[in-house]
């Protein structure tokens, strides 16, 4: 799994989203949906990306990456007008389309991040519109397992174009707790494949002989991966005490 361990870029996340005023079902139409995912995806003057969505009857969620935070009040003011003004004229109606201009969560780290692709997408399958997350059209979730997504957004996601296996995987767990965990487990095999073809490495036991390699593996873990001490013992089948003591001897 590749990190983005990079602070300005995981706080440059937002969860967003809006919804009818009245929880009225301002989007049943499909119409409506394709209309506010248009006006979604054309930025023009602002530097906004639209990574995931979820277009719902009554409300939308989505995740952007902005660079200035003040665009995305001025990029939602003109998205959310420009749709009220649409929905009204449409429906031969006047007033307020939405609830609020919208609502927005920063993301907080990776985990966060790859929590929020999948809760996104699993909107249509939670509130039962559809039986699987491949059935609906106003959700980015086939953009992704159909590769229609340019490269520059699944780098800022996922820091490479390889992304296929873990996009399944955080949309596979039924938790989040169990979807971090297993994504923290193939990360940490990851590193250790890397290492030990980096240093011509053929078993794992030799890692374990000379500390030489296994002080370093131990860095990795912690910092790749994020791993903590207990969890590395037992992969490499070591003692916990024996990472303790390595680690703070080379500290000395």
Not at 106 to 128: E, Q
Request: hydrophobic share 35%; with cysteine; aromatic share 12%.
């Amino acid at each position: 799994m590749p990190r983005l361990s990079r602070e300005s870029i995981i706080s440059s996340f937002l969860h967003v989203m809006v919804q009818g005023i009245n929880k009225e079902k301002i989007f049943e139409d499909n119409r409506f949906k394709q209309y506010y995912l248009s006006l979604l995806k054309k930025q023009n003057q602002f530097d906004i990306e639209l990574l995931v969505y979820a277009i719902m009857n009554n409300h939308a969620h989505f995740l952007i990456h902005y660079q200035e935070i003040d665009e995305v009040s001025k990029w939602m003011n003109q998205v959310n007008a420009r749709f009220a003004k649409f929905y009204n004229n449409q429906m031969q109606r006047v007033g307020y389309v939405f609830r609020d201009r919208y609502r927005s969560k920063p993301i907080a780290d990776l985990n966060h991040l790859y929590s929020t692709i999948s809760y996104i997408h699993h909107n249509p399958v939670k509130d039962g519109i559809t039986k699987t997350l491949e059935e609906y059209k106003f959700s980015s979730y086939c953009d992704f397992i159909q590769h229609r997504k340019d490269s520059k957004e699944i780098n800022l996601l996922f820091g490479t174009e390889k992304y296929d296996e873990l996009f399944q995987t955080i949309h596979q767990m039924t938790s989040e707790k169990n979807m971090l965990k297993k994504i923290g487990e193939e990360e940490a095999q990851k590193v250790i494949h890397e290492f030990m073809k980096n240093n011509q490495l053929e078993t794992i036991e030799k890692i374990r002989k000379n500390n030489q390699y296994l002080i370093p593996l131990v860095k990795e873990l912690r910092e790749k991966a994020n791993y903590p001490d207990s969890k590395i013992a037992s992969l490499l089948e070591i003692g916990k005490n024996r990472i303790y003591l390595i680690m703070n001897q080379k500290n000395r």
